[in-house]
């Protein structure tokens, strides 16, 4: 089922029981984050709120919160439509009549992924020249954000140079009824545009949609290559034309079956204040100068619904999303880079923190070519700490990744420590905003024999090693993580795991706080991907300088607790949060879906 707007999706999720109407008035400031996160910890259904305070418009949540509902989006698995377009890429070069005739189907298909000029749709319903956005309910999601934000916004520019469009999700503050933040992170599409349009002293017009196709939120997040339309992989998703309507006011094409658009400018030299936010690496991020977005006019259809998301510390929406995108570029990545196995970056971590891969080794140090490669990928070029593994390695399992860097990683030649580096603008780890290192990890088989057999065993009582190491929890033989006490001398436990007989025999030593569960991987690669920086954080039990670079001695410790100066992690409210559980049968959330 190819769903053309928000209206179609809603009625699928009523249909299969994946949607609750929520009747009773919720507030957008932190009320519905505090639902939503009970709901996408059980997997729950979507949650439309039909009475919002402060707004009119009705509220939706949680669209993309399973696997379930985000598969059924792409109307099949993800992995199915980059395999087809390998296939269709590999038959078809050169092209030959019968090849032509054998998929024809396939590229009919493939000719429906365009965008189709019409002149009436529903977004032209309505159109409020004087803004009101602060009548859209937008949400707060955490008590320190610094106002209200639209979550899920689908940003549409143009190059100012050739005209190709980008589609992207960058987070909004709305500061009053007619002006908004433009959080244009480094790496972002839109963000090269207004750089361009900068360049030339001009303003930039801007689009803003919010709702439409789900197709066409997916597409927005994918990590495309710069200067591909986004818009054009919604409509691959769809498997049928995206309808869009041109406006003479921007030069801009939007979505005809969009809930609302905002179209304004961005100029060069405005700025303001925007955050702090509660964001999906699970912490506050950093309050900074970012462009001012001007809204000169709202469009919305009828009875419009308002779609937004809540991110925090995972998982949330975005969680299920990332793993579907990464599943459907896969096989286009493997056209790129021959002898790629698989690359997974976690999202656990918030997806930049941490990538492995795994990669063929046609001869030595080629492991350190596909490193290269992949920082030099689009997104992919901000990870963190990448690293590649054998060919077969199961690359999405920490432990698998764990037991191939015990076997193959050598100190002398696997560890490379990059700085200074660009970084996330989210990761707050760095000397500086958008600054900061990284580390290549390289599990590289010597004559396809490991570099150890027996693996050490399992890590003593925790007290037996320092009295301020709370509990050990070994991901694999390769990583030993301890949590240990708020204040404890860091400098002090490393010595003395560095020491003691066993914990002296794992390769690394992971410090991170008392708020990680040791019983929940999801959480310790939350803890100890979030909060360190590679520069900074690594304490080898010895180093020498070789040529130009740094060689290290194991057992390597890695201080990921949270430290002074480090952004906040988000936490609700704890009266909100007391009052949602005391409100809950009031939701009435926990009775089966609605139907449509």
């Given at each position: 089922?190819?769903?053309?707007?928000?209206?179609?999706?809603?009625?699928?999720?009523?249909?299969?029981?994946?949607?609750?109407?929520?009747?009773?008035?919720?507030?957008?400031?932190?009320?519905?984050?505090?639902?939503?996160?009970?709901?996408?910890?059980?997997?729950?259904?979507?949650?439309?709120?039909?009475?919002?305070?402060?707004?009119?418009?009705?509220?939706?949540?949680?669209?993309?919160?399973?696997?379930?509902?985000?598969?059924?989006?792409?109307?099949?698995?993800?992995?199915?439509?980059?395999?087809?377009?390998?296939?269709?890429?590999?038959?078809?070069?050169?092209?030959?009549?019968?090849?032509?005739?054998?998929?024809?189907?396939?590229?009919?298909?493939?000719?429906?992924?365009?965008?189709?000029?019409?002149?009436?749709?529903?977004?032209?319903?309505?159109?409020?020249?004087?803004?009101?956005?602060?009548?859209?309910?937008?949400?707060?999601?955490?008590?320190?954000?610094?106002?209200?934000?639209?979550?899920?916004?689908?940003?549409?520019?143009?190059?100012?140079?050739?005209?190709?469009?980008?589609?992207?999700?960058?987070?909004?503050?709305?500061?009053?009824?007619?002006?908004?933040?433009?959080?244009?992170?480094?790496?972002?599409?839109?963000?090269?545009?207004?750089?361009?349009?900068?360049?030339?002293?001009?303003?930039?017009?801007?689009?803003?949609?919010?709702?439409?196709?789900?197709?066409?939120?997916?597409?927005?997040?994918?990590?495309?290559?710069?200067?591909?339309?986004?818009?054009?992989?919604?409509?691959?998703?769809?498997?049928?034309?995206?309808?869009?309507?041109?406006?003479?006011?921007?030069?801009?094409?939007?979505?005809?079956?969009?809930?609302?658009?905002?179209?304004?400018?961005?100029?060069?030299?405005?700025?303001?204040?925007?955050?702090?936010?509660?964001?999906?690496?699970?912490?506050?991020?950093?309050?900074?100068?970012?462009?001012?977005?001007?809204?000169?006019?709202?469009?919305?259809?009828?009875?419009?619904?308002?779609?937004?998301?809540?991110?925090?510390?995972?998982?949330?929406?975005?969680?299920?999303?990332?793993?579907?995108?990464?599943?459907?570029?896969?096989?286009?990545?493997?056209?790129?880079?021959?002898?790629?196995?698989?690359?997974?970056?976690?999202?656990?971590?918030?997806?930049?923190?941490?990538?492995?891969?795994?990669?063929?080794?046609?001869?030595?140090?080629?492991?350190?070519?596909?490193?290269?490669?992949?920082?030099?990928?689009?997104?992919?070029?901000?990870?963190?700490?990448?690293?590649?593994?054998?060919?077969?390695?199961?690359?999405?399992?920490?432990?698998?990744?764990?037991?191939?860097?015990?076997?193959?990683?050598?100190?002398?030649?696997?560890?490379?420590?990059?700085?200074?580096?660009?970084?996330?603008?989210?990761?707050?780890?760095?000397?500086?905003?958008?600054t900061g290192s990284r580390l290549i990890v390289l599990a590289s088989p010597r004559d396809g024999k490991p570099l150890r057999d027996r693996h050490p065993p399992m890590p003593p009582p925790a007290r037996q090693v320092h009295s301020e190491i709370l509990g050990f929890r070994s991901l694999g033989p390769a990583f030993l993580i301890a949590a240990i006490k708020p204040g404890a001398d860091t400098g002090k436990i490393r010595e003395a795991m560095a020491r003691h007989t066993v914990t002296k025999e794992y390769l690394f030593h992971v410090?991170?706080?008392?708020?990680?569960?040791?019983?929940?991987?999801?959480?310790?690669?939350?803890?100890?991907?979030?909060?360190?920086?590679?520069?900074?954080?690594?304490?080898?039990?010895?180093?020498?300088?070789?040529?130009?670079?740094?060689?290290?001695?194991?057992?390597?410790?890695?201080?990921?607790?949270?430290?002074?100066?480090?952004?906040?992690?988000?936490?609700?409210?704890?009266?909100?949060?007391?009052?949602?559980?005391?409100?809950?049968?009031?939701?009435?959330?926990?009775?089966?879906?609605?139907?449509?």
């Open positions: 089922m190819s769903f053309v707007n928000l209206r179609d999706f809603l009625e699928h999720l009523a249909a299969t029981r994946q949607l609750k109407r929520v009747r009773t008035q919720v507030d957008p400031n932190q009320e519905v984050t505090v639902i939503q996160h009970q709901v996408i910890q059980r997997q729950g259904p979507a949650l439309l709120f039909e009475h919002v305070k402060g707004s009119k418009h009705r509220l939706v949540t949680n669209l993309f919160g399973t696997p379930e509902r985000v598969q059924a989006v792409f109307q099949r698995p993800p992995e199915e439509i980059g395999a087809e377009l390998v296939e269709l890429a590999e038959r078809l070069m050169p092209p030959k009549v019968s090849s032509l005739w054998t998929y024809r189907r396939r590229l009919l298909r493939l000719l429906k992924a365009r965008l189709r000029n019409v002149r009436r749709g529903p977004i032209l319903e309505n159109l409020a020249s004087s803004p009101r956005l602060d009548e859209l309910p937008c949400l707060t999601c955490w008590p320190l954000d610094g106002g209200a934000f639209f979550t899920l916004p689908l940003v549409h520019t143009t190059d100012p140079e050739n005209g190709r469009g980008n589609l992207g999700i960058y987070r909004m503050q709305r500061y009053d009824a007619a002006t908004t933040g433009m959080h244009w992170q480094i790496e972002k599409g839109g963000a090269f545009h207004f750089h361009k349009a900068c360049e030339k002293n001009m303003p930039l017009p801007v689009s803003v949609f919010l709702g439409g196709p789900p197709a066409l939120t997916i597409s927005a997040i994918a990590p495309l290559p710069e200067g591909i339309d986004e818009r054009l992989l919604a409509a691959l998703i769809m498997n049928r034309p995206l309808d869009v309507i041109a406006r003479p006011s921007t030069g801009h094409r939007i979505p005809a079956q969009a809930e609302f658009v905002l179209e304004g400018t961005v100029r060069p030299g405005e700025t303001r204040k925007e955050g702090p936010f509660g964001d999906h690496l699970g912490h506050y991020s950093h309050s900074a100068e970012f462009p001012i977005f001007r809204v000169d006019r709202v469009l919305m259809r009828n009875d419009a619904v308002f779609p937004a998301t809540v991110v925090g510390k995972p998982p949330q929406e975005d969680y299920y999303i990332g793993c579907a995108l990464q599943e459907m570029i896969l096989p286009l990545t493997k056209i790129i880079m021959p002898g790629l196995d698989d690359v997974w970056s976690y999202p656990e971590s918030g997806f930049h923190p941490l990538a492995v891969l795994s990669a063929k080794e046609r001869y030595p140090r080629e492991a350190l070519k596909y490193a290269m490669w992949a920082l030099g990928q689009g997104q992919l070029s901000l990870t963190k700490v990448l690293m590649v593994m054998p060919a077969g390695v199961n690359v999405r399992d920490i432990e698998s990744v764990s037991r191939a860097v015990w076997s193959y990683l050598d100190a002398e030649s696997g560890i490379h420590l990059l700085a200074p580096t660009a970084q996330d603008t989210l990761d707050f780890t760095g000397p500086a905003m958008n410090l991170v706080s008392d708020d990680v569960d040791l019983s929940s991987n999801m959480s310790i690669l939350w803890g100890w991907f979030t909060r360190f920086d590679p520069l900074a954080d690594l304490h080898p039990a010895g180093k020498v300088v070789q040529g130009n670079r740094l060689v290290f001695d194991f057992p390597i410790a890695i201080d990921a607790t949270w430290k002074p100066g480090y952004r906040k992690p988000v936490a609700f409210d704890p009266e909100i949060e007391k009052m949602v559980q005391a409100r809950w049968f009031e939701y009435d959330i926990d009775n089966s879906g609605d139907h449509p």
